[in-house]
Every structure is written in C-alpha cells, then in structure tokens.
C-alpha cells in the first residue's frame, strides 16, 4: 500500500482495498482496515511513517475485504471502533456474512473463509447516515451510501469523500462487469448522491482517488442500468426461476460462477436487481409448482 496525501491531514492507502488515514488531535483515524491482519500491520507501519498512532477505526461495511483488519488493530492497540448500525452486527459477528449468503442456513464449508468471514471485532460507537461525528476532536460527516450492502455509508474529511463501496474504479468495474449489491435501487441512489456532492477528492474503496469522478460514477451508474435492462427484457420472455436467470445473467455479463463463494455473491447481486424490480413494480413474484419464479410484472 502506498500512502498518498490528499489534503491538510487526510491520507488514503491505495491498494487492493483502500484505507483512509486521518489526522486528529493526537493521532490518526484508520478509514476501514482492509482484508486481514497483514492489512492491518501495513496501516500501523504507514501510521508510523506519518509520525502519528492510530487512534481509532470507523469502518465504512461490514464486508470482510473492509475490516478484516479490525481484530489486529484492536489486539495490538486497544484503539476503538466505530461503524454504521445494522452493519455493527455483521463485525461483531462475522458469521452472519457467510450465513446470510447461504440463505441463512449454516453455511458449507466453502463459503468459511476470510474473503468471507472476517475476525470478529468489537464495535464500541455506532454512526448514523446524515449525522456528523467528532473522533478524537475530528469532525466528520457520515454519507448514506446504502445499496452496495444494507447501511453502508461513506466518510467525508474536510474535501475529502471516502465512498468505500459506493462505487466502483474503471478497472475493477470492468473486471467485475455488474458490481456486488444487495440493493440495486439504492446503489444508484447512492451514486446519484454522489455526483451531487462537492468534495477536491474522491476516494472508492476499489480503484484511484478521483478528483474528477463524473465519467466513473457514470459508468457505475450505467452498469447498473445495462443489468435492469436486460433483466426486464428477459422476465418479458416469460417467468424464470433464481438459478435459470442466474446461469444467463453470468453468461451476458461475464460473471465468474465457478467457485461456491462467486456464485452466492453474484446471486445476491441478482436477487438485489430483482428485488428492486418487484418493489417498484417492474417484476413480480410467482409460486407455481413449488418454483419460486420472477416475471414481468402486469
């Protein structure tokens, strides 16, 4: 990871994940902590070369990619950890990650991993979207930035945005085709809201720090639009069930469902499609023969 300044005391980790290192009063704020621990040494070493520690976490999800270094940071530092209500449930209790995807049921064994199921993490101080929090003497807004996951949110310093997930850089949204969602309406509300704010920096928590983020946001918001499409397209062929629209939905975009952890994770962006379809009466749910199956709505 390298350390980049972005402003007066705001820092960003680029790597495979970012992290945002913020200045406070005594120390450094850690903006997510990345995968695991070894995630978790590179930002004490990174805090180390800016002469500051690090005095606290507020994690932006509870993917595991963006507080797997929570438990590491905690053992070695004792330093608090903030992150959003309803995501605060899933850190505590990484389990519920892996569950949840399984369809709530005790997962195989495939789906335990760390890409998955990070190290439990307390959660000493929960954050609210539209609020904002003092750390350490920083003040910092909280972003509603749900869709990506249930109550995500993002972490504006100063002109700086840190929109973990909100979206996608250029690359990892190529490689990815349809990004990872659970709530696609959201997520494109979410970026709308994005291109509305004012900031010098933006910062994804996959890809560069933008300071310019019109095109990219454009592009995420377009590979949302590409996937409605084509999934009201096709529910007008006539009903489908999960796995059927999931196995052509693969195949039109390109996603990779050849590992038990890919292929619940695309089908949760599916469903996250789906679901918004139904809500705004675009799809309906049918029940026939014991089938649970999706069609256009009438």
Not at 79 to 102: G, Q
Not at 156 to 173: N, W, Y
Not at 218 to 235: I, S
């Amino acid at each position: 990871m390298e350390t980049t300044p972005l402003s007066d005391g705001v820092h960003y980790l680029h790597g495979a994940v970012n992290c945002g290192l913020v200045e406070t009063d005594s120390g450094l704020l850690a903006v997510d902590t990345g995968l695991d621990r070894g995630a978790a040494n590179r930002l004490v070493r990174a805090a180390e070369e800016l002469g500051r520690p690090l005095v606290a976490i507020l994690n932006t999800h509870a993917h595991a990619d963006h507080h797997g270094g929570n438990a590491q940071l905690v053992r070695r530092l004792g330093i608090p950890v903030y992150a959003p209500a309803v995501e605060e449930v899933v850190i505590r209790e990484p389990r519920y990650e892996p569950v949840y995807l399984f369809g709530g049921a005790e997962p195989v064994g495939a789906l335990v991993n760390k890409f998955l199921q990070a190290e439990p993490s307390p959660v000493d101080h929960v954050v609210r979207p539209g609020e904002t929090v003092t750390i350490d003497g920083r003040k910092l807004e909280i972003v509603d930035l749900r869709g990506h996951s249930l109550a995500q949110v993002g972490v504006r310093a100063d002109g700086v945005v840190f929109a973990a997930d909100g979206f996608f850089g250029l690359e990892p949204l190529a490689k990815h085709g349809v990004p990872f969602l659970v709530d696609a309406g959201r997520m494109r509300e979410s970026l709308l809201r994005l291109g509305g704010m004012k900031a010098e920096w933006f910062v994804p928590g996959h890809g560069p720090a933008l300071d310019d983020p019109e095109a990219t946001l454009a592009a995420n918001v377009a590979a949302l639009d590409r996937a409605f499409a084509w999934l009201e397209e096709r529910l007008e062929q006539g009903p489908a069930g999960t796995e059927e629209l999931l196995a052509e939905f693969g195949a039109r975009f390109g996603l990779l469902l050849s590992n038990p952890g890919s292929y619940v994770l695309n089908r949760a962006a599916l469903l996250g499609f789906l679901g918004t379809l139904e809500r705004e009466g675009r799809a309906a749910v049918l029940l026939e023969g014991g089938r649970w199956l999706w069609a256009r709505a009438e």
